[in-house]
């Protein structure tokens, strides 16, 4: 899976991972008798051949045997199918999501009929995308059986395929499906799951063509790779009818989701197996040139800071003060956040009560800096989006208030599961579809998520409610700071009642990720994260003594510059 350089290092330091998904088993083929030699796909759990019905075997036996043959490593529905009647089995195809379990309770319910309840369930569309609990975290499968040849057989096969939670934690592996925003103006990543295996580049174009704003239907061959890690992907004819535009569009899209299956390098379209000529001429192209509509790639690789007093820009051969007038010494702050593509800088009061506003060059008088916001409790470390936003929240004692400046205009915006709410740190994701907030005095250390609906040109429409994330782990305690560290994930710095201080990645739809349990803690003197969703740049923290740590690769926190208050990744 690919994760940014926080969860890579971090990997070493939590306790046992679990991945979840969902996607189309293979359907056909033999049963095999021995483990395949990929190793390197399929040695993270047990070969594992389940049996067929046994003669004789009983309603509820036929059930359980159904479902035990869905866990065949590698994965495959072909041993599932036995235990299905003549007609399900050439009809049945669980191609409407997935039901991930921690238990099944099989019982009778008449001489026909097999009630299965899965406890701890979770469910995942058709993509793989994870939709969260069911109902009381608990799925009903009605299975309704028939006689043929003397023996009970499955006649109504569920559509979703029902998984035990162990199997998703050594089978299904996350990745990334890339969709344009409604402005068309970025890609928003989405985290699906998908069994490990042959088909995962066909799965991910799959998921692609399936969602919002596809420029073609589906597949027509599916996705083959040849020895030179070209991949051709098999469109129908409407692929022949595209514009140069959406043409160019598709392959960027294709490229970002490609190029985390390991071996391929190029791309080449076809439709009806003939190919597409590319806009620039080409019959393939480079996944790693399409650059454009970036969610997560830096706009600058230095951090900004909180210095002796003004702000600073810190690189490994010490700091330079900013220019415009937050460069100078005179102003009070205690947060920062920095535009690269606005050449802006906005920065909270020491007292929490006022946003300031400045460029970070020019003149550096005083009268340079605008104060949008004034008359504020407690303003929390800002944050910019690539439409020009700057986002602002008021950790007021009543409940949170959330600010979008825009053009130097404020304006209050009701943001649902976060607006009246205690929080304690907030982030926007690079891709500007996300407010994040850490809610402060809950039972449990979770997050809660509010979707950016925009309208064309990026303007802010409306903020719906994404969803509570529930931070995995036990006794984490309260959540200090929060910050993007991957495309669909958020890295989280959480201080137990004893303590005790904890850094881990979580995946922002909710989903279990590739972590789970309580990760090692951290040095109990951190108090920031300087985090970025941009894979190149290193993992940071402040700590409470003023040193900017970065995160290297055995593991440690290294000291990397001093006389820090607060710092950050420039927006």
Not at 137 to 158: C, K
Not at 211 to 233: H, Q
Not at 248 to 273: C, K, N
Not at 354 to 380: C, F, H, K, M, S
Request: net charge neutral.
């Amino acid at each position: 899976m690919t994760r940014t350089r926080l969860a890579a290092l971090l990997a070493g330091l939590l306790a046992a991972a679990v991945a979840a998904g969902c996607s189309t088993l293979p359907v056909t083929g033999p049963v095999h008798t021995r483990a395949d030699e990929d190793t390197n796909s399929l040695n993270q759990a047990p070969y594992f051949a389940p049996p067929g019905p046994t003669p004789g075997a009983s309603t509820t036996a036929i059930v359980n045997g159904f479902l035990l043959a869905i866990q065949a490593n590698p994965p495959s529905t072909a041993v599932a199918r036995s235990f299905l009647s003549d007609a399900a089995r050439t009809t049945w195809k669980p191609v409407q999501g997935t039901i991930v379990y921690d238990g099944a309770d099989v019982e009778e319910d008449g001489s026909q009929r097999v009630d299965v309840r899965l406890s701890g369930s979770h469910l995942l569309d058709q993509r793989g995308a994870w939709l969260g609990a069911s109902a009381g975290s608990t799925s009903r499968l009605p299975f309704v059986l028939t006689q043929e040849h003397g023996e009970w057989r499955i006649a109504n096969p569920p559509t979703s395929l029902p998984v035990p939670t162990s199997y998703f934690r050594s089978l299904y592996v996350p990745y990334t499906l890339y969709f344009y925003d409604r402005t068309g103006s970025v890609l928003v990543p989405t985290r699906i799951y998908l069994p490990r295996g042959e088909q995962i580049a066909s799965n991910l174009v799959r998921g692609l063509l399936d969602g919002p704003g596809a420029a073609v239907a589906g597949l027509d061959s599916g996705v083959t790779t040849n020895a030179d890690g070209i991949a051709e992907v098999g469109l129908g004819p409407e692929a022949q009818r595209l514009t140069p535009p959406d043409l160019h569009r598709l392959i960027v899209q294709l490229s970002w989701t490609l190029r985390q299956v390991p071996g391929i390098t190029r791309l080449r379209v076809t439709a009806d197996g003939v190919p597409v000529p590319l806009p620039d001429g080409q019959s393939d192209v480079s996944l790693t040139e399409r650059l454009e509509y970036d969610p997560v790639t830096a706009p600058a690789r230095e951090v900004v800071a909180i210095s002796e007093g003004r702000v600073q820009r810190i690189e490994r051969q010490g700091a330079t003060p900013v220019g415009g007038p937050l460069g100078q010494p005179g102003f009070a702050l205690r947060s920062v956040a920095q535009s690269v593509e606005r050449g802006e800088l906005a920065a909270v009061a020491g007292n929490g009560s006022q946003l300031y506003v400045a460029r970070d060059r020019g003149a550096t008088g005083a009268t340079r800096v605008q104060t949008p916001i004034t008359g504020a409790e407690n303003l929390l470390r800002p944050a910019y989006d690539r439409f020009g936003g700057l986002w602002a929240v008021d950790a007021a004692r009543g409940g949170a208030v959330v600010h979008l400046v825009t053009a130097g205009t404020d304006r209050v915006v009701r943001v649902p599961g976060i607006s009246g709410r205690r929080i304690s740190a907030f982030t926007v994701t690079r891709d500007g579809a996300r407010l994040v907030a850490g809610i402060a005095g809950s039972s449990s250390t979770s997050l809660a998520v509010a979707e950016v609906v925009r309208a064309e040109r990026g303007r802010v429409a409306r903020v719906v409610e994404g969803g509570r994330v529930t931070v995995p782990g036990s006794n984490l305690g309260s959540i200090v700071d929060v910050g993007q560290d991957g495309p669909t994930t958020a890295a989280v710095l959480t201080l137990s009642d004893s303590g005790t201080r904890h850094v881990l990645s979580v995946e922002l739809d909710g989903s279990p990720g590739d972590q789970i349990g309580t990760p090692d803690p951290v040095p109990d003197h951190l108090v920031a994260l300087v985090v970025s969703p941009d894979p190149s740049l290193p993992a940071r923290a402040v700590a409470a003594d003023g040193r900017l740590l970065e995160l290297t690769g055995s593991g440690q926190w290294a000291r990397i510059a001093s006389d820090v208050l607060t710092a950050t990744y420039a927006q």
